[in-house]
Nanobody, 114 residues
Framework: QVQLVESGGGLVQAGESLRLSCAASGSIFSLNVLGWYRQAPGKQRELVATISSGGIINYADSVKGRFTISRDNAKNTVSLQMNSLKPEDTAVYYC????????WGQGTQVTVYS
């Protein structure tokens, strides 16, 4: 089992920035893909960004140019720098890991007000 713990959510005004972090622990053999997903009220969970162990990155169109995902393989962490936040970015953000299974964190709330 892999445990994922997110941190860094909060309440910010539109245009401001937040940085989310996620630390993985437990039975880590190889964290093939790490990523961030989000779920807004009444909506399905959607992909925000993913990064492979080799550094291949994928972003949702809605966050391209504003969000940056990064990972530290030595520390088993993944971060999401979110700039120019918009009210539509408001959601619970979940860390995700693919490592001999699919694992999720508990989520962290991001609220952006105008």
């Amino acid at each position: 089992q892999v445990q994922l713990v997110e941190s860094g959510g909060g309440l910010v005004q539109a245009g401001e920035s937040l940085r989310l972090s996620c630390a993985a622990s437990g039975s880590i053999f190889s964290l093939n893909v790490l990523g961030w997903y989000r779920q807004a009220p009444g909506k399905q969970r959607e992909l925000v960004a993913t990064i492979s162990s080799g550094g291949i990155i994928n972003y949702a169109d809605s966050v391209k140019g504003r969000f940056t995902i990064s990972r530290d393989n030595a520390k088993n962490t993944v971060s999401l720098q979110m700039n120019s936040l918009k009210p539509e970015d408001t959601a619970v953000y979940y860390c995700n890991a693919v490592s001999r299974g699919i694992f999720w964190g508990q989520g962290t709330q991001v609220t952006v007000y105008s």
